[in-house]
């Protein structure tokens, strides 16, 4: 692990949280352990913690008023392609989202406006 430390130790306590969230996710803890750890390896590039866009990333993607009220498993496969692009992919994902579902915008459907989404998350950052 190249990053820091500090942050994910903060990331994965976060993430293991919500996971196992009755709330939330609940997801068996082993599950959320392999989940957290993953989510917690992407952030390692970044110089800011990853958990609080992640988790803001899966409510929206959960959302089916405000958002595209997908399933749990395609919502964290979705968020972890997100969130791979740093911790503010997942506000250009939402926004790209919105922007391709609304009538004056794109116009496009869910699937569409979710492939817009992750496409529009990866102009992010640039990698170091």
């Known amino acids: 692990f190249d990053g820091s430390v500090e942050h994910a130790v ?9 996971c196992k969230d009755r709330k939330e996710m609940d997801l068996p803890i082993p599950k959320c352990a392999q989940m957290a750890s993953r989510i917690t390896r992407l952030g390692q590039k970044y ?23 997908q399933p749990k498993s395609q919502v964290i496969k979705i968020a972890e392609k997100v969130i791979a692009n740093g911790p503010l992919a997942s506000e250009n994902f939402i926004k790209a989202y919105k922007y391709g579902v ?27």
Do not use: C, Q
Not at 47 to 69: H, Q, Y
């Open 10 to 18: 903060t990331d994965f306590n976060e993430l293991a949280g919500f």
């Open 47 to 69: 110089d800011e913690p990853i958990a609080t866009p992640f988790i803001k990333l899966v409510r929206f993607l959960e959302e089916s008023k405000k958002g595209p009220g």
């Open 102 to 128: 609304k009538k004056d915008g794109l116009g496009i459907s869910d699937k569409d406006a979710i492939a817009f989404g992750i496409k529009m998350s990866k102009r992010s950052y640039s990698i170091k």
